[in-house]
Nanobody
Framework: QVQLVESGGGLVQAGASLRLSCAASRSSFVSNTMGWFRQAPGKQREWVALITSGGSTNYADSVKGRFTISRDNAKNTVYLQMNSLKPEDTAVYYC????????WGQGTQVTVSS
């Protein structure tokens, strides 16, 4: 089983930037499409972005043009660069395979104040 550890969240003002990291415990990460997801209070978890093993990316409309997903296969790590943050981006952020999920990590809290 792969363990996922997210980090990099925090409390920021609207318009600020954050970079989230997600470290996977096993090299099997390398061959998988990875995604970032988020869950706001009282809402269902939603998909935010994905990156394939080859580096192709896709984004939810709500973050397109503001967020950038990337990966470093040598470090078994996937990143989410978040710019121009908005209060509606406030959520706990998680990474996982984009399908056939592994066990979820603890996530990292992102809070954006207006």
């Amino acid at each position: 089983q792969v363990q996922l550890v997210e980090s990099g969240g925090g409390l920021v003002q609207a318009g600020a930037s954050l970079r989230l990291s997600c470290a996977a415990s096993r090299s099997s990460f390398v061959s998988n499409t990875m995604g970032w997801f988020r869950q706001a209070p009282g809402k269902q978890r939603e998909w935010v972005a994905l990156i394939t093993s080859g580096g192709s990316t896709n984004y939810a409309d709500s973050v397109k043009g503001r967020f950038t997903i990337s990966r470093d296969n040598a470090k078994n790590t996937v990143y989410l660069q978040m710019n121009s943050l908005k209060p509606e981006d406030t959520a706990v952020y998680y990474c996982n395979r984009n399908a056939e999920f592994w066990a979820w990590g603890q996530g990292t809290q992102v809070t954006v104040s207006s």
